[in-house]
Each structure stands twice: as structure tokens, then as C-alpha cells.
């Protein structure tokens, strides 16, 4: 039982390039999240899902886009990268929105030059 | 606005003696509250949490105050050992008002002298 992971562990983008984030869950959780996490700063939603084919955004959406074809699976996708999206990004998946805990994976560390 | 407020980025104590980390929120609909810990390169892992209805969870070496009245709540590690030195972000949540997500606060970097 892996929880949650994460692909790549490091990435180093060029501006106006694009990537894909990955992020599996094996727990069959219905909630997965994106989270980023600048120096310093405490962890920002910017998109999350609420099963398979729902998703909606966070706190800081722009520049992001996701989708949620499977319950396992929940990719994040950098369309043109800048600068200020060089930062840490965490996903997480949580069984039932509310009191149930939510599990993180260990991060992607990208870097926008 | 930052709702979840810590304001202590970082914090050493010596080992075996009490470490205090310290939450503040603003907003008074929160009503369940987490504290998460984050090791270097690895992802957060919940640590513990305390429902609005309660003053004080307790787990092992690890308590949560909280104080509704203050909008404050406190982790409590006694003793502290040199392995809890990591990073550690409280959280707030709504769920009795419908908001599920979590907020974050900034973190405190603990540090556990040998």
C-alpha cells in the first residue's frame, strides 16, 4: 500500500514550457488535492476533486488545470511556466471530505527559469 | 488574509524538556483543527487534531489545546525528543458549516537539541 504518490521529485522548467504533474492514490480515496507551498509560506489550495470527473478550484487556480479521469489518478498541468510557479507541490487524498484525515504525498520541486 | 496564523517561525528547545507551538484563526466557523509535521523532502503527516467541542486531545507524547474563546490553539510535545524536529503547520477546517477545505498556517521549524 503505497498512499500516495508523486512524479517527478524535481523539475527544472524553462519559462513558457509545459509539464504534467503526477499524482496516484491506492487507498480509493474520493478527495484528492493540489497543494503548492512557497518558502516561508504556509500550503495553498489550488485545485481539488471530489470524485472521478469533479473537479474545482482553490485558492490560487491560475495557471493550472486538472483533471480526474480515474479515482486513482489526479494530474496537475502547467500550461506556460513562469517564475512564480516555482515552488514545492504537494497532492493528498482524503477518504471523506470533513474530520477524515487528508494523506500527502512527497512533493514535486519544480524550478521556473 | 491569513486565517491560521503562526507566528513563531521557528523554535528550539532542549531535549527532554516541553516544546510549545502556538495557532492563532480568525475566523470564528472553524471548528476542527489539525496539526501536521513535515519531515525535509518528504510530504506533511498528520500528527493530531481536536474538534471544536473539545478543550484538550491527547496522543502519546503529543497535546492539543484549545482555547475557542482566544481563537488560539497549542501543541504541547513532552518530552521533547531530538526526532521531532521538523517542520510543523497547524490547520483549520469547517465542516460543521459545509467547508471542507483545510487552511494552513506557516509552519514552525522545531528544533530538538541533543
Known amino acids: 500500500n503505497a498512499g500516495v504518490t508523486q512524479t517527478p521529485k524535481f523539475r527544472i522548467l524553462k519559462i513558457g514550457q509545459s509539464m504534467t504533474l503526477q499524482c496516484t492514490q491506492d487507498m480509493n480515496h474520493n478527495y484528492m488535492y493540489w497543494y503548492r507551498q512557497d518558502p516561508g509560506m504556509g500550503l495553498k489550495l489550488i485545485y481539488y476533486?471530489?470524485?472521478?470527473?469533479?473537479?474545482d478550484k482553490g485558492e490560487v487556480p491560475n495557471g493550472y488545470n486538472v483533471s480526474r479521469s480515474t479515482t486513482e489518478d489526479f494530474p496537475l498541468r502547467l500550461e506556460l511556466a513562469a517564475p512564480s510557479q516555482t515552488s514545492v507541490y504537494f497532492c493528498?487524498?482524503?477518504?471523506?471530505?470533513?474530520?477524515?484525515?487528508?494523506?500527502f504525498g512527497p512533493g514535486t520541486r519544480l524550478t521556473v527559469l | 488574509d491569513q486565517q491560521v496564523k503562526q507566528n513563531s517561525p521557528s523554535l528550539s528547545v532542549q531535549e527532554g524538556r516541553i516544546s510549545i507551538l502556538n495557532c492563532d484563526y480568525t475566523n470564528s466557523m472553524f471548528d476542527y483543527f489539525l496539526w501536521y509535521k513535515k519531515y525535509p523532502a518528504e510530504g506533511p503527516t498528520f500528527l493530531i487534531s481536536?474538534?471544536?467541542?473539545?478543550d484538550k486531545n491527547e496522543d502519546g507524547r503529543f497535546t492539543v489545546f484549545l482555547n475557542k474563546s482566544a481563537k488560539h490553539l497549542s501543541l504541547h510535545i513532552v518530552p521533547s525528543q531530538p526526532g521531532d524536529s521538523a517542520v510543523y503547520f497547524c490547520?483549520?477546517?469547517?465542516?460543521?458549516?459545509?467547508?471542507?477545505?483545510?487552511?494552513f498556517g506557516t509552519g514552525t521549524r522545531l528544533k530538538v537539541l541533543a
Open positions: 493528498a487524498a482524503q477518504r471523506e471530505r470533513g474530520t477524515d484525515t487528508q494523506y
Open positions: 490547520a483549520a477546517t469547517a465542516p460543521g458549516s459545509g467547508t471542507y477545505k483545510y487552511i
Open positions: 476533486s471530489v470524485g472521478a470527473g469533479i473537479t
Open positions: 481536536i474538534s471544536s467541542i473539545k
